[in-house]
């Protein structure tokens, strides 16, 4: 009997943990990806957003740096927070988040350097991107190690995702494929990667053009809008319902 309370005991706080786990990490997801998403709600690091997105493996490229240099920076945030005075935080910040691009930009210039080629000096403007030094002072200096490394990862891939989709969005329309040259991220051997999703398609020069980068970017923002309202409105009859519910029952 002690042996089956004990193993009761255990896996009564085992799944304590796990949904007090959910309930402190989930909504930093969330915030990260949709709510608070470094283009969609907060319009940041829209340079590089217009001007790589041209297809997917340079969206994917400069997403995954951005998520390394968000990763890198939180972390070293949030291991000084205690240490750093508040009157030269934002100075040191700046260091930190262009340490960790120089070496982000040395490793893809050494192991990728077609896609450095490719990134060029969007690599180190990753720096100015104030969506990154935004997090280390909203978020990293006032939280722990694994808190900030999770909210720089969901920004990182918040902002990677909708760089992907646009990315996707122009090449498909703008050249009639996906994933083309993907060697240059995957080798050589991976050239297999690139799709044709419209043979013999002769393009459509304005989607990989800059205007056709913000009229994409306007496309997302209208769904992502859309989305929302349909969820307002949804929330809003719901409410109704209840309060019509709540009448009858007093009436």
């Known amino acids: 009997m002690s042996e089956t309370k004990l193993e009761s005991t255990a896996e009564e706080n085992s799944a304590e943990k796990k949904a007090s786990f959910i309930e402190e990490y989930a909504p930093i997801a969330k915030e990260g990806l949709w709510n608070n998403n470094a283009v969609f709600a907060q319009m940041l690091g829209l340079c590089p957003l217009l001007a790589v997105s041209n297809t997917v493996i340079n969206a994917l490229g400069l997403g995954i740096a951005t998520i390394m240099v968000l990763i890198m920076s939180n972390m070293s945030v949030s291991l000084i927070r205690n ?3 508040p009157e030269i935080r ?3 910040f700046v260091v930190i988040i262009a340490s960790a691009v120089t070496a982000i930009e040395l490793i893809i210039h050494a192991w990728f350097h077609e896609l450095y080629l490719v990134l060029g000096i969007f690599i180190p403007l990753i720096v100015t991107n104030c969506a990154i030094i935004a997090r280390a002072e909203a978020f ?3 939280n722990t190690l694994g808190k900030s490394f999770f909210d720089g990862l969901m920004m990182g891939l918040g902002f990677t995702l909708v760089l992907v989709a646009l990315g996707a969005m122009r090449e498909l329309i703008g050249m009639g494929t996906l ?3 993907a060697h240059i991220m995957f080798g050589d051997g991976m050239q297999w990667l690139t799709i044709e999703v419209f043979p013999e398609y002769d393009g459509f020069l304005l989607a990989i053009l800059p205007p056709g980068a913000f009229i994409g970017l306007a496309f997302l923002l209208a ?3 859309y989305i929302e309202q349909q969820k307002k409105n949804r929330q809003k ?9 709540a ?5």
Do not use: C, H, Y
């Open 237 to 245: 009859k719901k409410k109704q319902q209840q309060e019509v519910s």
């Open 223 to 225: 769904g992502r809008n």
């Open 140 to 142: 990293a200096s006032k």
């Open 179 to 181: 994933l083309a040259n």
């Open 83 to 85: 240490i750093v005075r």
């Open 90 to 92: 934002l100075p040191v």
């Open 247 to 251: 009448d009858t029952a007093t009436a």
